[in-house]
């Protein structure tokens, strides 16, 4: 079984900064792409940005140039950097990651965390 922990939201003022973390847990054979996707009040779940194995990065045009997506591999983390945090950045965000389950072959699954809340004030 496979889970995914996020941490790190919480509420800050515009223009402020937060890091999230997610942990991909359990019997893993290998993660593939991990990402962060978010879902603001009223509004669909939208991709913020994505990163492959090997560290090739993709963000949402309306972070680009503000957060940032990083990982570490041998602990299976993803992390995002969030600067210069707007209102409209206000949501829940989710983390997701491809994984192989061992045992599984090569067949991979995708996995989500249960969301933390990130709220940006005015």
């Known amino acids: 079984q496979v889970q995914l922990v996020e941490s790190g939201g919480g509420s800050v003022q515009a223009g402020g900064s937060l890091r999230l973390s997610c942990q991909a847990s359990?019997?893993?054979?290998?993660?593939?792409?991990m990402g962060w996707y978010r879902q603001g009040p009223g509004k669909q779940r939208e991709l913020v940005a994505d990163?492959?194995?090997?560290?090739?990065?993709n963000y949402v045009a309306s972070v680009q140039g503000r957060f940032t997506i990083s990982r570490d591999n041998a602990n299976n983390t993803v992390y995002l950097q969030m600067n210069m945090l707007r209102p409209d950045d206000t949501g829940v965000y989710y983390c997701n990651a491809e994984v192989i389950p061992t045992g599984w072959g090569l067949t991979a699954m995708h996995y989500w965390g249960q969301g933390t809340q990130v709220t940006v004030s005015s």
């Open positions: 359990g019997t893993i054979f290998r993660v593939n792409a």
């Open positions: 990163i492959a194995s090997g560290s090739t990065t």
